[in-house]
């Protein structure tokens, strides 16, 4: 694909997008935030972030923001994936390897509820 | 660590946590002078000449979680161990360069990897830095720049699923068709 044409295509996404999100009104957004930090990475974050990209893009789901993090110092209980709905506290998760990632979003992102099983204190 | 694309990402992340808000990352594949070069390049606040000078050492990190920092030392050694080097240039205040070279028919040379997952997520993982990535393999490039696409999305966050489903096609098709490691 030229690098023009491309340019156009997203143009036209965008457009889509703001038309999607005009016709949700979606209330308060969540952030997916995963550990990225070198212990992260040797654990799998890489594989962690992109299950929660694949996550989004392939249930749809609008008004997340994800980003990514250095280490916060449990390098033990990496990889890590912390998540904050509205203006709720900061929910964190140890051990989330692709396939926990699936239950973790399905579960809090979706419905709104902690997935308690890796669940982890700080 | 077991490919060349996951140690991309780690010191990727170390611009980030320097400041950076330009982020370069370049890949250039040459079969005939058999080379594998990786340039990562940022404007973060830099590092002292005496910084540099120590910074292979696994024992010397800036980090405040805990007292090692193992990921160019990680890096140096896998680039060492198949006739390769890491070079670090950087100034205060203006930016750091980490340049590493492989010999690319080594046969210790470790794996290139999914670098197309690393870059589509720092791509959206940091949506405040202005990323370019460039990729050549034997004079075949490709380039990718943030900054013009978030000029374009303007409102619309990079974590959009269409947007997800934008970037990653981009990196997967333009890279995919190139690229000569495995």
Redesign the interface.
């Known amino acids: 694909m030229n690098a023009i044409k491309s340019l156009e295509d997203l143009k036209k996404i965008r457009e889509q997008a703001l038309e999607k999100r005009k016709a949700t009104a979606v209330s308060g957004s969540t952030q997916v935030i995963v550990g990225m930090g070198t212990c992260g990475i040797a654990a799998g974050a890489r594989e962690t972030m992109k299950a929660v990209l694949d996550f989004i893009e392939n249930n749809n789901i609008e008004n997340v923001v994800v980003t990514q993090t250095g280490c916060i110092g449990i390098c033990e209980q990496e990889p890590i994936l912390q998540i904050v709905v509205g203006e709720s506290e900061k929910t964190t998760y140890g051990k989330a390897s692709p396939t926990v990632v699936e239950k973790i979003m399905q579960s809090h992102v979706v419905n709104g509820k902690v997935y308690g099983e890796n669940e982890i204190q700080i | 660590?077991k490919e060349i694309s996951?140690h991309i990402?780690?010191i990727a992340?170390n611009s980030?946590?320097a400041g950076a808000s330009e982020i370069t990352i370049e890949v250039i594949e040459n079969i005939k002078n058999d080379t594998l070069l990786i340039n990562i390049t940022d404007n973060g606040k830099g590092m002292s000449e005496e910084t540099v000078a120590v910074i292979s050492d696994p024992f010397v990190t800036t980090?405040t979680?805990?007292r090692v920092?193992?990921?160019i030392p990680?890096f140096k050694a896998a680039a060492e161990a198949c006739d390769g080097s890491l070079s670090i240039k950087s100034e205060l205040g203006k930016g750091t360069s980490v340049s590493i070279e492989f010999n690319h028919s080594h046969i210790d040379r470790m794996p290139m990897g999914?670098i197309e997952?690393?870059l589509?997520?720092?791509f959206?993982?940091?949506?405040n830095v202005d990323w370019l990535f460039k990729y050549n393999a034997n004079g075949d490039s490709f380039?990718i720049n943030g900054k013009?696409?978030k000029e374009?999305?303007?409102?619309?966050?990079l974590?959009?699923?269409?947007?997800?489903?934008?970037i990653?096609n981009?990196i997967n098709?333009g890279i995919g068709k190139i690229r000569i490691t495995e």
């Open positions: 660590m996951l990402l780690d992340e980030v946590n980090r979680t805990r920092g193992l990921g990680f999914d997952d690393t589509t997520n720092l959206i993982g940091y949506p380039l013009e696409i374009i999305l303007d409102d619309v966050p974590s959009d699923p269409s947007v997800i489903n934008f990653r981009q098709d």
